[in-house]
T-cell receptor
Framework: DTEVTQTPKHLVMGMTNKKSLKCEQH?????MYWYKQKAKKPPELMFV???????INESVPSRFSPECPNSSLLNLHLHALQPEDSALYLC???????????????FGSGTQLSVL | GQQVMQIPQYQHVQEGEDFTTYCNSS?????IQWYKQRPGGHPVFLIQ?????EVKKQKRLTFQFGEAKKNSSLHITATQTTDVGTYFC???????????FGSGTKLNVKP
């Protein structure tokens, strides 16, 4: 299994809603990532988990709350989002977290989020 | 923060023509990776370059890493319609869990 699975594929939410995005991989990867991608823009790093611990937070607003319940799962909890948060949210994983250059990112197909 | 500049933003070519996209960093990179994102899809890993001056080939694709490890290029020979998509470079500096993507080059190939 070389897939990163994200659910849901599409999500529409109001600014007062609470929702969660889910990501799952069974490749034994110990680093997992959340990226945000606006239309016609590159992916922007949001969070990195290494061995289920948050290692990088790229100054993301607190209305985005990541969670890594175990080595295979990654969630992104959403609360009180703004319309400008509408984007494609991509989950990715990579094999190692040691200081090695032999990493590559495996991306999921993303959740297309619309905030009304 | 670290940035990778990528040009051109768009490239329209006739099928069979060559295509090149360039990435440049103001500081020395640890390594650079290249990804392809098809329309409506997600980024897919193509290659990683680690060594100064490294050149790697994948069929019609040639990837280069500069001697100073500050720039990289992707060259496609004789483009095909299946090459359509956006090509991103992604640079890594000291922290191997941080991948910063270039702005991307969107390639359109006319049959």
């Amino acid at each position: 299994d070389t897939e990163v699975t994200q659910t849901p594929k599409h999500l529409v939410m109001g600014m007062t809603n609470k929702k969660s995005l889910k990501c799952e991989q069974h490749m034994g990867h110990r680093a997992m990532y959340w990226y945000k991608q606006k239309a016609k823009k590159p992916p922007e790093l949001m969070f990195v988990y290494s061995y289920e611990k948050l290692s990088i937070n790229e100054s993301v607003p607190s209305r985005f709350s990541p969670e890594c319940p175990n080595s295979s799962l990654l969630n992104l909890h959403l609360h009180a989002l703004q319309p400008e948060d509408s984007a494609l949210y991509l989950c990715a994983s990579s094999h190692k977290t040691a200081r090695t250059p032999n990493e590559k990112l495996f991306f999921g197909s993303g959740t297309q989020l619309s905030v009304l | 923060g670290q940035q990778v500049m990528q040009i051109p933003q768009y490239q329209h070519v006739q099928e069979g023509e060559d295509f090149t996209t360039y990435c440049n960093s103001s500081t020395t990179l640890s390594n650079i990776q290249w990804y392809k994102q098809r329309p409506g899809g997600h980024p897919v890993f193509l290659i990683q370059l680690v060594k100064s001056g490294e050149v790697k080939k994948q069929k019609r694709l040639t990837f280069q890493f500069g001697e100073a490890k500050k720039n990289s290029s992707l060259h496609i020979t004789a483009t095909q319609t299946t090459d359509v998509g956006t090509y991103f470079c992604a640079g890594q500096w000291n922290n191997f869990n941080k991948f910063y993507f270039g702005s991307g080059t969107k390639l359109n190939v006319k049959p």
